[in-house]
């Protein structure tokens, strides 16, 4: 399996953005829809998985789905990105474009957004960070977790203390929710067998297998829906400017 490396993807950053940049002036639906897709050499961008985690219990049922969104569902824009939390280029997303969307077009309902787990393999502590992820948003605590592992990601990437930067980012009395949920999920080596199941990699998987029907090729990816219109998936780095212009072209309609 071969990825591609953050040198060379890098030197291939600005060529989405020119593209999406030159559809937007053009400002014809079908158009746009055709170069949205063309983002799929974004900076940094992980290459396709060949190999999917599997839920360490399938049989168990789950509550409800955790809400891991931003913004009110009835916007007419839906942005879903399918990330890793220890993909260098997700972080890069999320810091520098999806932040101040978040702050912008989400805070004013032009934009949905939400977040899909796609850890991948050659991640240590990925598919980790998602757990924490999900327990989190399980008590509501969705927004500022993430926040905090994004913004910490080199940290926690480095030696796995995933668990102090959760612990800061929420009150004392939700933390102890959150690790009453994550029982049975800690961080096992690969390979290692423990007996025991994660109720929480139901809620990985099924984003997971959302993503592998698209199919998610690379993170991050994401996918915009506008009123009812899927249009073609896109990946890597696209600066905020440039993604703020291409919605402006679609809420011009």
């Known amino acids: 399996m071969s990825y591609a490396s953050d040198r060379s993807s890098a030197n291939a950053s600005n060529r989405p953005t020119k593209r999406l940049a030159t559809v937007c002036a053009l400002a014809a639906t079908a158009i746009l829809a055709l170069a949205f897709s063309s983002l799929a050499v974004g900076q940094g961008a992980h290459a396709k998985t060949v190999s999917v985690r599997s839920a360490r219990s399938k049989s168990v049922e789950s509550p409800a789905a955790p809400l891991k969104s931003y913004g009110s569902s009835s916007a007419p824009i839906t942005m879903e990105v399918f990330s890793d939390y220890e993909c260098p280029s997700c972080r890069s997303l ?19 957004l939400v977040h899909r787990d796609f850890p991948l393999p050659m ?6 960070a998602a757990r924490w992820v999900n327990a989190a948003a399980r008590v509501g605590q969705f927004q500022n977790v993430e926040a905090a592992l994004y913004d910490n990601q ?8 995933i668990e102090k930067y959760i612990a800061s980012a929420m009150p004392a009395a939700e933390f102890k929710r ?11 080596p690969p390979g290692s067998a423990t007996g025991q199941s994660c109720t929480l990699d139901n809620y990985i998987n099924a984003d997971r297998e959302l993503g592998m029907k698209i199919p998610v090729q690379a993170t991050p990816t994401y996918v915009i829906t506008y009123k009812g219109q899927k249009l073609p998936a896109g990946s890597g780095a696209v600066s905020w400017p440039i993604l703020k212009q291409f ?7």
């Open 94 to 112: 999320y810091e520098t474009t999806l932040r101040p969307m978040i702050n912008d077009y989400v805070a004013s309902g032009k934009v949905y």
């Open 123 to 128: 991640h240590k502590y990925g598919y980790e």
């Open 154 to 161: 080199p940290a926690w990437s480095a030696d796995g203390d």
């Open 247 to 253: 919605f402006d072209s679609l809420l011009s309609k």
């Open 178 to 188: 959150v690790q009453k949920l994550m029982t049975g999920c800690e961080y096992q």
